[in-house]
C-alpha cells in the first residue's frame, strides 16, 4: 500500500532479493536505498523512453547505421580519438 508523504514523494514497498538489497546498500551511499532505487528507475524510464524515440525514427527513415550510433556517442559522450576542427575554423 501507498503511503503520500510531503514533497512529491510516496512511499511503497518493493521486494529484491537479498544479494541485490546487500550490492545496493554497499554502493549506495548517502543517498540511501530510496535514493539508488529512484535514480534506478528513472534510468529505466529514460532507457523506454530513448527506445520509442529511436523506434520512430527508425520507423519514418530506416535503421539507424552503426556510423551515425558512434556520431550520436561521440556527440552525447565524446570520443577522444576523434579529430575535431578547431572551434574558429568554418
Known amino acids: 500500500m501507498d503511503a503520500t508523504r510531503p514533497g512529491k514523494t ?3 514497498s518493493v521486494s529484491l532479493s537479498a544479494e541485490a538489497l546487500d550490492r545496493i ?3 549506495a551511499g548517502p543517498r540511501g536505498v530510496s535514493g539508488f532505487v529512484q535514480e534506478a528507475v ?3 524510464l529514460a532507457m523506454i523512453d ?3 524515440i529511436v523506434s520512430d525514427y527508425e520507423s519514418r527513415h530506416g535503421v539507424i547505421s552503426d556510423a551515425e550510433v558512434e556520431a550520436a556517442r561521440s556527440e552525447l559522450f565524446g570520443n577522444p580519438d576523434a ?3 578547431p572551434a574558429d575554423a568554418a
Do not use: Y
Request: aromatic share 0%; proline share 7%; hydrophobic share 25%.
Open 10 to 12: 510516496r512511499t511503497t
Open 42 to 44: 528513472e534510468h529505466e
Open 83 to 85: 579529430v575535431r576542427p
Open 25 to 27: 546498500r554497499a554502493v
Open 50 to 52: 530513448l527506445d520509442e
